[in-house]
């Protein structure tokens, strides 16, 4: 990424779904190190960072938490509500939630959850930014999924229907949006399609490595690329 690239994302409010994961927490320290102002999501029902708030604020960047519960139905709605009230304004909405239902629930009650947890959680704090990114002069929306869990029909289900979401998206937003996605693949949902020379021994993308990609498409750099998915392995 060239120095223009890496500039434009000084002073650009960057709301972070889930920095309670490692992805999550890659993307918000990449935005910090590039000047972005950064508002981290930790979401129920385990809103922990890790340390994640003091590694940023020791960078010297302006960071912000807001609790919320994908689960519930005003979920979303307090989310942006909290992110907008810290600067009054949204510039980059980067959905990256990792969803663990509640263990208490029986299967298909799991299986739901995680569904309405990652799609119809994803749609509506979507939704719920879209009037505060169309403010803006280059709004950008960025889903981050990851079909790393081989078997898991409901994880799959979902982040199905956020790549349908990722590809519908620009059609019904203002030209200035941009909205795309990111796939974290493992080695196994890659077997026998691709020489396993480039894939890492662990079979898992390092997070840094998807953070980097993420920020390549909040950039001007990726200014032509819109309703598209990358696959990272």
């Not at 010297?60 to 139905?73: E, S």
């Not at 709605?77 to 969803?99: E, P």
């Not at 081989?150 to 199905?160: C, E, H, K, P, V």
């Not at 974290?184 to 990609?213: M, N, W």
């Amino acid at each position: 990424m060239n120095v223009t690239s890496i500039h434009a994302f000084a002073e650009k409010v960057a709301l972070i779904t889930d920095g309670t994961n490692a992805v999550g927490r890659a993307v918000c320290m990449q935005l910090a190190l590039n000047g972005a102002y950064v508002i981290v999501g930790l979401p129920e029902p385990n809103p922990e960072g890790h340390g994640l708030i003091e590694d940023l604020s020791a960078l010297g960047t302006h960071v912000n938490t807001c609790v919320w519960d994908p689960f519930a139905l005003d979920g979303p709605k307090a989310l942006i509500d909290q992110a907008v009230s810290f600067f009054g304004r949204l510039d980059l909405l980067i959905n990256c939630l990792k969803i663990d239902a509640p263990s208490n629930l029986k299967n298909g009650d799991i299986d739901r959850q995680i569904i309405e947890g990652s799609l119809t959680s994803t749609l509506s704090v979507i939704t719920e930014a879209i009037p505060y990114l169309e403010q803006r002069p280059r709004p950008r929306i960025l889903n981050v999924i990851s079909n790393a869990l081989i078997g898991d029909l409901a994880q799959t289900a979902g982040n199905y229907g956020i790549v349908g979401l990722t590809k519908t998206l620009p059609a019904k937003l203002p030209p200035k949006f941009r909205v795309n996605a990111v796939n974290v693949l493992s080695r196994a949902t890659t077997a026998g399609s691709l020489d396993p020379a480039p894939v890492r021994e662990d079979g898992i993308a390092a997070p840094d490595d998807v953070a980097r990609t993420v920020l390549f498409l909040l950039s001007g750099e990726a200014v032509a690329i819109n309703g598209q998915l990358i696959e990272i392995i």
